[in-house]
T-cell receptor, first 113, second 112 residues
């Protein structure tokens, strides 16, 4: 069965500092991997996705993620965090058609000034 | 207007009551989903539908039912609400090719 683990429930970073959110997945075949962001009171917005090809994918808002098959990881990074990045971030894996997403528990990002 | 609209946005209901959450979309997508979000658990799939005549159970379908009234409409029902169904519910759509899911803004349901 598919599963996603986000080891960090909360992360606090200073504005301007770099960020890395961890995600590990379990999936039998080539995974379809996603990062979503949820701002307070809002729905989920797709940051980026990986299906195949280049293992470093670029997303919106200056985010990037790197797929590492050997580590079953898909970590999200941003070189310089802005206060507006404070939100909850979800990693997800989809089936062979990229549907029926399985989500991690989420990581809440706090940004301190 | 939002591409995926959920109504109501907030609802408080009593234990044992029947309640329906509605979702409509203007994306033209065939695939629609209902997820439930609980703190510390992320989102879990309740039901999904790949077209009007297709309904499938997800990970946590017990206590829920759905109806796909049209390509654009997908409703979730709680036949007899119980307090542990208090959660944030999301509807989502996808076209099955790009595999990007588009989410509504959520319905916060409280069962007292």
């Amino acid at each position: 069965a598919q599963s996603v683990t986000q080891p960090d429930i909360h992360i606090t970073v200073s504005e301007g500092a770099s960020l890395e959110l961890r995600c590990n997945y379990s999936y039998g075949a080539t995974p379809y991997l996603f990062w979503y962001v949820q701002s307070p009171g809002q729905g989920l917005q797709l940051l980026l996705k990986y299906f195949s090809g280049d293992t470093l994918v670029q997303g919106i808002k200056g985010f990037e993620a790197e797929f590492k098959r050997s580590q079953s990881s898909f970590n999200l990074r941003k070189p310089s965090v802005h206060w507006s990045d404070a939100a909850e971030y979800f990693c997800a894996v989809g089936d062979e058609y990229g549907n029926k997403l399985v989500f991690g528990a989420g990581t809440i990002l706090r940004v301190k000034s | 207007d939002a591409d995926v609209t959920q109504t109501p946005r907030n609802r408080i209901t009593k234990t044992g009551k029947r309640i329906m959450l509605e979702c409509s979309q203007t994306k033209g997508h065939d695939r629609m989903y209902w997820y439930r979000q609980d703190p510390g658990l992320g989102l879990r799939l309740i039901y999904y539908s790949f077209d009007v005549k297709d309904i499938n159970k997800g990970e946590i379908s017990d206590g829920y039912s759905v109806s796909r009234q049209a390509q654009a409409k997908f409703s979730l029902s709680l036949e007899s609400a119980i307090p542990n169904q208090t959660a944030l519910y999301f509807c989502a759509t996808s076209d099955g090719t790009q595999a990007e899911a588009f989410f509504g803004q959520g319905t916060r349901l409280t069962v007292v």
